[in-house]
């Protein structure tokens, strides 16, 4: 899942949409310098990505994309699962979208000073580019993938990911409408136990 599910999936608990944010860049046990309740969305990010990647309907979205895509086929179904979550937004959150990214951004903002230079990098460009409104279109989903084309070590066609997207885009949101509530009584059960 990408950024906007994974604040989403942190229950409008500011600490755990903070960890869940750090768990981007925080690696192997180094969440345990932090506070309680963030490291709990830390080790929820982690939970989030484990739980979804072996997930056999996220696995099938990954398949249409595997033949163009190959290894770079869970980036394309991440990012367009946050489309399809805030296309479907007013069936999973009682506020708007504008106002849950709002809040979002505010939050961010907030605690920036206290985030990892490497995190407030990130959030420079999020707040700059508003990574989340990107999200909202297939024209911003292609644009995301452009930039993520452009920073990937290897060669790849992500820039070129439209094609297949609209190919294969009824069947991806299918996927997505059938996993979605898996992965919320997944999280919330995974926060009520730790």
Request: hydrophobic fraction near 35%; proline fraction near 4%.
């Amino acid at each position: 899942m990408n950024l906007v599910a994974h604040q989403f999936l942190s229950f409008n608990n500011p600490s755990i949409q903070i960890g869940n944010l750090l768990g981007e860049i925080v690696k192997g046990n180094k969440f345990n310098a932090y506070p309680t309740d963030i490291k709990k969305g830390i080790l929820l990010h982690r939970e989030i990505d484990s739980y979804t990647d072996s997930h056999e309907i996220v696995k099938r979205s990954t398949t249409y994309f595997h033949t163009t895509h190959h290894k770079y086929s869970p980036i394309i179904v991440d990012l367009l699962y946050d489309y399809f979550l805030i296309k479907h937004w007013r069936k999973y959150h009682p506020t708007s979208f504008y106002l849950f990214k709002q809040n979002c951004y505010e939050l961010f903002i907030h605690n920036y000073d206290n985030f990892p230079a490497e995190l407030q990098y990130m959030l420079d460009y999020m707040l700059k580019q508003d990574w989340f409104e990107n999200y909202s279109s297939l024209e911003g989903i292609q644009k995301t993938l452009i930039g993520l084309s452009k920073r990937t070590k290897f060669v790849n066609n992500l820039g070129n990911s439209l094609p297949a997207i609209q190919l294969y885009e009824n069947e991806i949101e299918q996927d997505f409408l059938e996993f979605f509530p898996d992965l919320i009584n997944h999280c919330q059960r995974y926060i009520k136990e730790n």
